[in-house]
């Protein structure tokens, strides 16, 4: 492959479609005949809408030769599109090659191609002004990240992994080596890959033209950092020099991530439907990128966020039971519990990594995202929250923990579902109250670095009636307060609702 090829392409700029993950191939039973009708109503679609760009993020079939056939049925068909290959798209259980070898292969048979392009090191294309540049990426294999503020380049690395996964590591894990998919399957000539690529991204981002990035593995941790070897496999950290600028950057792989924007980070993939004969097949699979600006001005103030956010109504008489089942599910899921935990165990390089989440741009490189216009309609309740959590508790429950909730929002790169929140109501109050209390009365006790289990008391006498509905004490692992413990809180609650005040608690954050 060449160093740096720039390839001018057919000029269908206004509007481009991205998606990922389509596993075209993986039908329940092997069924030869829905893998055709899928691929065929695929196709049906991708030519009635043949005045977008398509751009396929990895993951078509589970074979390389499938993967190329159909590339070459859109190029004969006129259809313009840019595809990187997935992990997936290396496959062969015929006829396995290296990574380097299929690469190899799909570039050489796909050299001439005037409307499908193949995405990887070393390429670029320009479409009108824009340049388009992808790749696989694959990954470092880092895992264990620790946060550091070292400088480089005059630019501080957030996150640097501890560790390295090797090919021991995925021995039995993967079927690229169980089944013998992928020949050579290593971690030393993965990350070399990874590196290259790095590096040709770096360069082309320091160009500072408009840009595209499309990649198969994300660039960057969409939820979780790798805790594991096996993690590293799925979720990547890259060195976030590369991260900054006038781009949008587009992925697959994560499954977990179908309908994903995070800054100018985005992804619409679709996942196993493998039942699906893909006749359903429409525009909201397809993620969106425009020609056209828009902006919006920002506002930031507490009040917007509560008045937005938050009721203070009693549940109605019909709806306190399932008020009551609810119990810890919002405050003990996994995205929310973070977010307490981290506030709590590492507030300043916590909220330093939501604010580098937050930006008020819908607009990179000429293009705009309806999911970003989305996020930007709710930048004023993310940054309100942002503001209150960097001032710390200051005795009103009623704005830091809807604040608390709004930010595991910004955490989890879902900013774009905000105006479909739950809003947040009493009982939540209550409930985070008294996980904050428990929290810090335990605190020499707990290890917040380790799981932390929210789940409600069992034992007899540990609830509170508040507006109407019995909020029991909560127990994080193994530890809860008695009611008596929280019994001056709880009556602070009940008086503040009454009145719509606010109330104090000890402020120990």
């Known amino acids: 492959m060449s160093n740096s090829m720039i390839i001018q392409a057919l000029d269908f700029t206004d509007h481009i479609r991205y998606i990922s993950d389509l596993h075209i191939d993986h039908v329940k039973n092997d069924n030869l005949n829905l893998i055709t009708v899928r691929e065929e109503n695929l196709i049906k679609y991708l030519i009635k809408n043949?005045?977008?760009?398509?751009?396929?993020?990895?993951?078509?079939?589970?074979?390389?030769?499938?993967?190329l056939a159909f590339i070459m049925k859109l190029e004969g068909l006129h259809i313009n599109s840019y595809f990187v290959l997935g992990n997936h798209d290396y496959w062969s259980i015929r006829a396995p090659k290296s990574y380097q070898e299929v690469i190899k292969y799909i570039e050489t048979m796909t050299k001439k191609n005037q409307f499908a392009h193949f995405l990887?090191?070393?390429?670029?294309?320009?479409?009108?002004?824009?340049?388009?540049?992808?790749?696989?990426?694959?990954?470092?294999?880092?895992?264990?990240?620790?946060?550091?503020?070292?400088?480089?380049?005059?630019?501080?690395?957030?996150?640097?992994?501890?560790?390295?996964?090797?090919?021991?590591?995925?021995?039995?894990?993967?079927p690229e080596i169980t089944q013998n998919l992928v020949k050579n399957w290593n971690t030393t000539d993965i990350a070399e890959l990874h590196n290259k690529w790095v590096n040709?991204?770096?360069?082309?981002?320091?160009?500072?033209?408009?840009?595209?990035?499309?990649?198969?593995?994300p660039m960057r941790v969409t939820r979780d950092f790798p805790q594991a070897p096996q993690d590293s496999w799925w979720n990547v950290e890259t060195d976030r020099r590369i991260l900054k600028g006038d781009f949008w950057q587009i992925f697959g792989h994560t499954h977990k991530d179908a309908k994903y924007i995070n800054n100018n980070n985005i992804a619409r993939q679709v996942g196993y439907k493998e039942q699906s004969d893909f006749?359903?097949?429409?525009?909201?699979?397809?993620?969106?990128?425009?020609?056209?600006?828009?902006?919006?001005?920002?506002?930031?103030?507490?009040?917007?966020?509560?008045k937005?956010?938050?009721?203070?109504?009693?549940?109605?008489?019909?709806?306190?039971?399932?008020v009551m089942r609810r119990g810890y599910a919002r405050a003990g899921n996994d995205v929310n519990k973070t977010i307490l935990i981290n506030y709590l165990d590492k507030k300043e390089e916590f909220l330093l990594d939501i604010k580098n989440k937050l930006h008020p741009s819908t607009v990179?490189?000429?293009?705009?995202?309806?999911?970003?216009?989305?996020?930007?309609?709710?930048?004023?309740?993310?940054?309100?929250a942002v503001d209150i959590l960097e001032q710390g508790y200051s005795n009103n429950p009623f704005e830091f923990i809807t604040a608390l909730i709004i930010t595991g929002y910004i955490y989890s790169g879902m900013m774009f579902k905000l105006d479909s929140m739950r809003k947040v109501d009493i009982y939540d109050i209550a409930r985070y109250t008294f996980i904050l209390q428990t929290l810090l009365h335990f605190k020499d006790e707990l290890d917040l670095s380790k799981?932390?289990?929210?789940?409600?008391?069992?034992?007899?006498?540990?609830?509170?009636?508040?507006?109407?509905?019995?909020?029991?004490?909560?127990?994080?692992?193994?530890?809860?307060?008695?009611?008596?413990?929280?019994?001056?809180?709880?009556?602070?609650?009940?008086?503040?609702?009454?009145?719509?005040?606010?109330?104090?608690?000890e402020n120990r954050t």
Do not use: M
Request: charged residues 20%; negative net charge; proline residues 3%.
């Open 50 to 67: 043949n005045s977008n760009t398509f751009i396929f993020a990895g993951d078509l079939y589970d074979d390389y030769e499938l993967t």
């Open 120 to 174: 990887h090191t070393g390429v670029s294309y320009k479409l009108g002004k824009l340049t388009i540049i992808g790749d696989s990426s694959f990954t470092n294999f880092g895992y264990d990240h620790q946060f550091t503020t070292e400088v480089t380049d005059g630019f501080s690395w957030y996150y640097k992994p501890n560790f390295f996964a090797d090919t021991s590591d995925f021995t039995n894990v993967l």
């Open 200 to 217: 040709f991204a770096k360069d082309k981002i320091h160009e500072n033209n408009p840009l595209l990035i499309v990649t198969h593995w």
């Open 279 to 306: 006749s359903e097949i429409d525009s909201t699979w397809f993620g969106e990128l425009d020609k056209y600006f828009l902006t919006t001005e920002l506002q930031t103030s507490p009040e917007l966020l509560v």
């Open 308 to 322: 937005k956010s938050l009721t203070l109504s009693p549940a109605p008489a019909s709806e306190r039971t399932k």
């Open 364 to 384: 990179y490189a000429g293009y705009s995202n309806p999911d970003a216009i989305k996020v930007n309609e709710n930048i004023d309740l993310a940054s309100a």
């Open 451 to 505: 799981t932390i289990k929210i789940r409600k008391s069992t034992r007899k006498n540990s609830q509170f009636h508040i507006a109407g509905v019995e909020i029991k004490i909560p127990n994080i692992n193994g530890k809860e307060l008695s009611q008596n413990e929280l019994e001056g809180v709880a009556d602070r609650l009940k008086l503040s609702f009454s009145l719509g005040k606010n109330f104090v608690i």
